[in-house]
């Protein structure tokens, strides 16, 4: 059973809504990850957060909006988005190694399945 | 930079056959990290194995082994008679200290009854 749960399972929401992507660990992992996945490609990174602090973006629009509250908690929130943004959105969480690197096993939630209408 | 090619885009076998799923990675450094992980349709990643660049040491569990091999920079995976809960799409990644996980574009393997 994995230890990182999200929610919703699925989420429909119009260009205009505003909604949010909640994932929990409770594994003590230091590090969390947003990833997209879109139909027949691999996981694609969005965020990346270290000991709470967002410490990778990697281009991603401001449309979307991470947010991490506590050390078991990653929120992604979601506002304007365009139908392209429709995917299964993955959480991840992984211990931080002592020299800070990432390298260590992600270990993912089932993932929420984003349609934009 | 790095990279990690998976070939097969998808491969279709009987149950009980074997399959072998081929990695080939590529990097500058010497000390990295690399995954197998299984997305069944329900779409969560579950992590299968990781071997670090400094163990060459090839791994059995279950039915599931691998084998990894530096000269050929590749980590190849490998099911044993095969079942129809074996149909997965797997993603090969690999990571560097510090670096993002790089994954492969995935092998759709399905298992027919």
């Known amino acids: 059973d994995t230890e990182v749960t999200q929610t919703p399972k699925h989420l429909v929401m119009g260009m205009t809504n505003k909604k949010s992507l909640k994932c929990e660990q409770h594994m003590g992992h230091r590090a969390m990850y947003w990833y997209k996945q879109k139909a027949k490609k691999p996981p694609e990174l969005m965020f990346v957060?270290?000991?709470?602090?967002?410490?990778i973006n990697e281009s991603v629009p401001s449309r979307f909006s991470p947010e991490c509250p506590n050390s078991s908690l990653l929120n992604l929130h979601l506002h304007a988005l365009q139908p392209e943004d429709s995917a299964l959105y993955l959480c991840?969480?992984?211990?931080?190694?002592?020299?800070?690197?990432?390298?260590?096993?992600?270990?993912f939630g089932p993932g929420t399945r984003l349609t934009v209408l | 930079a790095q990279k990690v090619t998976q070939a097969q885009t998808e491969i279709s076998v009987v149950e009980k056959e074997d399959v072998t799923l081929d990695c080939v990675y590529e990097t500058r450094d010497t000390t990295y990290y690399l995954f197998w992980y299984k997305q069944p349709p329900s779409g969560e990643l579950v992590f299968l194995i990781r071997?670090?660049?400094?163990?060459?040491q090839n791994e059995i569990s279950g039915r599931y082994s691998w084998n990894f091999q530096k000269s050929t920079s590749s980590f190849n995976f490998t099911i044993t008679a095969s079942q129809v809960v074996d149909s997965a799409v797997y993603f090969c990644a690999l990571s560097v200290r510090g670096q993002n996980f790089v994954f492969g574009p995935g092998t759709r393997l399905s298992v027919l009854p």
């Open positions: 991840a969480s992984s211990q931080v190694s002592p020299q800070g690197g990432r390298t260590d096993t992600q270990y």
């Open positions: 957060y270290s000991y709470e602090k967002l410490s």
């Open positions: 071997r670090n660049s400094f163990d060459e």
